[in-house]
């Protein structure tokens, strides 16, 4: 394992909340950070296996995805309030049904509490998870946590997971 994580990112499972992680939830809806797109870009050709979740109605978060041109980007969409430890259980769960195990997961959201509870799934885990909660500045933003994962640096990762 590299710095203490997996030797590679093919197949590493990363679930972003939307709202207020990826794009605000105040009008005028903005991506929370210009580089999003790009980062993601770079992580899923390293095969990194992304998921969002969000409490909206699916066509708002369709029409969301479609407007900041991330339609495609994700592995999956979970559009519904179940909790976010679940959405994860499920991720992991559908990335099975396909073969896939994933050797990490990373969780980033802005609410706190929804951190604490995937992180608390590591019990139940036999891989590494890191549970970050999101700030919008370093180091709790999706720049640094994407350049951490990019550059196989889970220490660091580690050192900001709850």
Not at 49 to 71: A, D, I, K, W, Y
Request: charged share 25%; net charge negative; with cysteine.
């Amino acid at each position: 394992m590299s710095n203490e994580g997996p030797a590679s990112l093919r197949d590493l499972l990363i679930v972003l909340d939307l709202e207020d992680t990826v794009v605000t939830s105040d009008p005028p809806r903005e991506l929370t950070e210009d580089k999003i797109p790009v980062m993601l870009r770079q992580l899923i050709r390293r095969g990194v296996l992304p998921f969002l979740c969000s409490r909206n109605p699916p066509h708002v978060v369709h029409g969301l995805l479609e407007g900041f041109q991330l339609t495609g980007y994700f592995q999956g969409v979970f559009a519904d309030y179940r909790p976010r430890d679940y959405q994860v259980r499920h991720a992991l769960w559908k990335l099975k049904e396909r073969g896939i195990i994933p050797p990490a997961v990373l969780f980033v959201d802005d609410y706190p509490e929804n951190c604490r509870r995937v992180a608390a799934l590591r019990e139940h885990l036999d891989i590494p998870l890191y549970s970050i909660v999101y700030q919008g500045q370093s180091p709790h933003n999706l720049e640094t946590t994407f350049t951490s994962l990019i550059e196989s640096d889970f220490q660091f990762l580690r050192s900001i997971s709850l």
